[in-house]
């Protein structure tokens, strides 16, 4: 489970079966799994809340996507910089490096709306098991 794939065939457009449940749940354990360093919890890592502010700016740009679809050339940037913020998350120690893996492999999939909306949904799909396997806060 190094990268995620969100497309079993990109050119047939043929999302991957297992992706919006075995795939979204192997990583929330992942991710959760980070939670915990040689035996230490980690309180300030990969928290619910943190991750929850990639999701809602992921669902919120793929919504602007479908509304604005001419505008696509200007949101796809926006979409890379969430690249950026993971980048600075993790330099402060709030995401772990396999959260902003999650985030680097998805966002570089991204070439066109539907590839976002693809991403949003499996995101939706990890933030739920994540509910179950991450943590209370």
Do not use: C
């Not at 449940?21 to 980070?34: G, H, Q």
């Not at 772990?96 to 985030?103: A, Q, R, V, Y």
């Not at 570089?108 to 943590?135: I, S, T």
Request: glycine share 4%; no cysteine.
């Amino acid at each position: 489970m190094d990268r995620i794939e969100l497309w079993k065939d990109r050119e047939k457009r043929i999302i991957d079966p297992e992706l919006f449940s075995k795939v979204a749940e192997d990583w929330a354990k992942k991710i959760n799994s980070d939670r915990t360093q040689n035996g230490k919890k980690k309180d300030k890592i990969n928290k619910r809340t943190q991750l929850r502010k990639f999701y809602d700016e992921v669902v919120r740009l793929s919504t602007l996507a479908k509304s604005r679809r001419k505008e696509w050339e200007n949101i796809l940037p926006m979409v890379h910089m969430l690249t950026a913020k993971a980048a600075y998350a993790r330099g402060r120690d709030l995401i772990s490096s396999n959260f902003m893996e999650l985030i680097r492999g998805s966002v570089e999939q991204v070439k066109e709306p539907e590839d976002l909306d693809l991403f949003a949904n499996f995101f939706e799909a990890f933030m739920g098991f994540y509910r179950l396997y991450g943590p209370s806060n």
